[in-house]
């Protein structure tokens, strides 16, 4: 996952080239990560005490 850069107030920057495929951004403890998608896969988001401590990737091959 790739560190994205949030400003004093908040606000989010996101670069226009991470955006051209789908992906997830997850926001946790005043930081904010990009994860693109994978074509076929499952994606798992485990938090504990509030925050994100881990996100597991399966991905699929499709036959």
């Known amino acids: 996952m790739d560190l994205l850069k949030l400003d004093i107030n908040g606000a989010l920057y996101v670069p226009q080239e991470k955006l051209k495929n789908p992906c997830v951004i997850v926001f946790s403890d005043g930081k904010a990560k990009i994860k693109p998608l994978q074509q076929f ?8 005490d509030n925050k994100i401590s881990r996100i597991n990737c399966k991905e699929s091959i499709l036959f």
Do not use: A
Request: hydrophobic content about 40%; overall charge negative.
């Open 41 to 48: 896969g499952t994606m798992e988001i485990i938090t504990q």
